[in-house]
């Protein structure tokens, strides 16, 4: 039972244009949402996260949009670029933190 | 400051033999916690401790895998005995419990193959 799904395995996308990386979840006690970035042979760091009071947070070049009502969020990268290369995952958890998914990922290729 | 320390960062075993991971969080983080990755796969929650309890081991196969955090610091993983099954990346994450954003620091993982 995927509580957090990314539907899209791969992504690419030519450098200095817009990434968007897509999450879906299906429980509604989820309220925070975070996404990381994985480099191969090392752990998932941490990128940017959203509170469920919010509809977008901004950091940089990185913007994630929630949308409570159709359990979806979005990672906007702008612009792209090769260094944004990675595995990126959504994760969502309860506000008690004792549930914590994450997605299955999607691979980022930013093309020079 | 330095990162969430694990080793080993690989472990080659057959199957039936016991192995072992061990995790040193960032330094004051009372949150620690094991995730499993498969391939192609998201990382899977194992067990999470709040310093030395383990407060959601409710994904943990405990019938061959056991874990423990004593003084509240260091971590070690088992499993006994080893399944094809388990290969996969093991991952130790830690946080600081008072974060509200639950933003966790990871390890490089140890990749465990069992032959």
């Known amino acids: 039972d995927q509580q957090v799904k990314q539907n899209s395995p791969s992504l690419s996308v030519q450098e200095g244009r817009i990434s968007i990386l897509n999450c879906d979840y299906t429980?509604?006690?989820?309220?925070?949402f975070l996404w990381y970035k994985k480099y191969p042979a090392e752990g998932p760091t941490f990128l940017i996260s959203i509170s469920s009071i919010k509809d977008k947070n901004e950091d940089g070049r990185f913007t994630v949009f929630l949308n409570k009502s159709a359990k979806h969020l979005s990672l906007h990268i702008v612009p792209s670029q090769p260094g944004d290369s990675a595995v990126y995952f959504c994760?969502?958890?309860?506000?008690?933190?004792?549930?914590?998914?994450f997605g299955t990922g999607t691979s980022l290729t930013v093309i020079p | 400051e330095a990162g969430v320390v694990q080793s080993p960062r690989y472990k080659i075993i057959e199957k039936k033999q016991p192995v072992a991971f061990w995790c040193n969080p960032i330094?004051?983080?009372?949150?620690l916690y094991w995730y499993r990755q498969n391939l192609g796969q998201g990382p899977e929650l194992l067990i999470r401790y709040e310093n030395e309890e383990a407060v959601d081991d409710s994904q943990l196969p405990k019938d061959r895998f056991s874990a423990e955090r004593l003084k509240g610091v260091d971590s070690t993983l088992k499993i006994q005995p080893a399944e094809l099954g388990d290969s996969a990346v093991y991952l130790c994450a830690s946080s600081l419990e008072q974060v509200v954003t639950y933003e966790q620091y990871f390890g490089p993982g140890t990749r465990l193959t069992v032959t």
């Open positions: 994760a969502a958890s309860s506000a008690s933190g004792n549930q914590f998914y």
């Open positions: 330094s004051g983080h009372n949150t």
């Open positions: 429980n509604s006690m989820f309220d925070y």
